[in-house]
């Protein structure tokens, strides 16, 4: 596996058309999108202040949208880690696989939009944080 470190997970802007009724930003494949998008999910209802996530990828890369409100990515990569703070629907957060992220002091209301290159295979998750370390040292 190629390791990548927190500074590898970037911060994109999708930009965003603008009309008198609203804004509008789209998501393609093939557009300013790092991968193509396989399966999409979002993470709604989080009491105040609560954390999801704490787990890396093997393989899938993931997009992280604040759709609603606002959240922050913890970026880990068994060396440094890095904070991110998201709170636009136009800018979202790409992390390759082998980065551990948690999200963290989500704002009341929010929603995390997750837009992903693989489809759900439990195999590929890294929920151990120990076992997130040998796989860096490519020990498993």
């Not at 439990?122 to 490519?138: G, I, T």
Request: charge should be negative.
């Amino acid at each position: 596996m190629d390791n990548k470190s927190v500074f590898d997970c970037s911060v994109i802007d999708l930009g965003k058309i603008n009309f008198a009724e609203g804004n509008l930003t789209v998501v393609e494949n093939n557009g300013v999108f790092p991968f193509d998008v396989k399966r999409v999910f979002y993470l709604y209802d989080i009491a105040g202040g609560e954390s999801r996530g704490a787990h890396a990828h093997k393989e899938c890369h993931q997009f992280l949208i604040a759709a609603s409100g606002s959240f922050e990515v913890t970026l880990d990569d068994g060396i440094y880690q890095r904070q991110v703070f998201l709170n636009r629907p136009n800018i979202g957060l790409h992390i390759p696989p082998g980065v551990w992220a948690s999200e963290v002091n989500f704002s009341s209301g929010a929603i995390c939009l997750v837009l992903a290159s693989h489809s759900y295979n439990e195999s590929d998750y890294l929920r151990d944080y120990q076992e997130f370390l040998k796989f860096r040292k490519n020990e498993i």
